[in-house]
């Protein structure tokens, strides 16, 4: 994953460098590092350890260069370490390189370098490149002002894998290159002064100008220009894009952590979700130009994503059978881009990816469309990898999402999903139009509903303080009310490091009761007035085993047996979801406290996952 920053301009770098690092810390947190030019020399500060590290090393603060490249690391070869810290040398120290992605050639090319004579210091796959470049560099023999950039351009057409990389170098003291290949990388352009980042919020607090890099782009940037070629250095142009998120959509606002400013900004997002989309009693769906024919004849339709963004799926399979009949496959995107799956021209297939960098389901998209299959992305990201790839893309317009953990993502997925299942229901004429119509009027009072559900965090809470020092919770529903489960479940295990499993209430009996022993947590959820009775018996059985069962529901429950229930205003329950998550979302979030966690930037873990 890690995250990378560049700074060419008239001011000094570093301070501009470790700001934008800290902003990228959810790509990764195991060791920082910047380098900056000097005279005719390349700088470089680093270590292991969070990017406010970097403050602690001696001279940091002498840095005087005006341009500057920065990385913070979420490690994949090599142990945490500074020696696996970038930005990284060749032996020569010319040139200076940091790297977002794997290269996985990097054997091969460590042992042609080995053989050339170079060395290497570190453990880590980014150390060929600059070793690569540097050899290329010495093998030509036109000594011009392009020479940096035919050496990159060389060394690039070696590397197999993903990488954004940027490059110093001290033959070139101006100018700056960057690469990018199946990692992201945007520059933005300023007066005098450009900036390059792996995403956008990172940055924009100086500049709300932005180019998006594709596949295989190389830049060269000075101070005043962005020159874009592609892989044969050609020259290519590439059009400017304005980003309306305003900077503090980035930042904390008065909150204590991104997760808990994110949770509490899910009713606006919606808002944003829903935008024009549905009107009043209307959908338009702008970006889609799907008609009944087409619609028709889809015998299939896959939904593919991960973790979070997969669970939202799970949760939308449910409106798009009951709406549109038409069977829906949810599927893990690293799963689904090995079993070769049974794809042709009639299987629509949706990605939902809320960074839209994920690597897997980048590829499990590739596929599918390399099969025929049209490609519909869902992205929270404007301009993302995924929806470059996809024939097709709708965002969900939430704001950018800074935590590692997912909330508002997930809720605005499930939002835009339903409004998209709707949207093929009234096409399709499959589905009583009163259903959908009662569905729209129950979407558009989410935004409200949630706000309800934030007031009452009371409850919440004190649940947490009972229960926080637990091992092992159980999340039980069937339904939706499963699918929500799913995601509540994984919340608990990435921010609180508490072991928990979700399973359908009926699956119960089939195993997992063995699990139920006196004193253990079990959170399970009720919407559903069909499933009601049914629930009920499960919940019975697991308190019968000593279960201490918290409910959420939106019905009228009494059972003095039950340790407490949590109420949620009532909605159809193909959407019930989007209210249950909110009291699991904050449930995690206030363990995560109580056992003083770093509740945004959870151990192991990375925002963007731009690994397989
Ligand atoms: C969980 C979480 C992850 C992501 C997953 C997919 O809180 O954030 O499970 O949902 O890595 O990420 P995107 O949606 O960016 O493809």
Redesign the pocket.
Known sequence: MCGIVGYIGDKKASPILINGLLRLEYRGYDSAGIATIEDDKIEIKKNKGRVNKLYELDGINDLKGTIGIAHTRWATHGKPSKENSHPHMDNSNSFAVVHNGIIENYHELKSFLIEKGYNFLSATDTEVIPNLIHYYYNQDKLDDENKVLRAVKNACKNLKGSYAIEILSKYNRDKMIVVRKDSPLVIGKGIGENYISSDIPAILSYTKEFYLLDDNEIVELSRDKVQFYDKDLNIIKKKIKSIEWGASSAEKDGYEDFMIKEIYEQPRAIRETIGAKLDNNHIEIEELEFNKEYLQSINKIYII???????AGVAAKFTFEKFCKIPVEVDIASEFRYRDPLIDERTLSIY???????AD?IAALKLAKSKGSKTLAI??VIGSS?TREADYSIYTHAGPEIA????K??TS?LVLLTILGMYFAEKLGRIDKTKIDNLKADILKLPSQIEEVLKETKLVKKIANKVYKEKDMFFLGRGTDYAVSLEGS??LK?ISYIHSESYASGELKHGPIALIENGVTVIATMTNPDLLEKSISNIQEVITRGAKVFVITSEDIKNEELSEIIKIPKTNPLISPILSVIPMQLFSYYISKEKGLDVDKPRN?A???TVE
């Open positions: 994503a991960c973790g979070t963004a997969m669970h939902i990816s809320q960074s839209g960098e994920t389901t992205s929270n995924i590692v953990a997912s909330t993502a997930y997925q994984l919340k990435e873990l925002k963007s996952v």
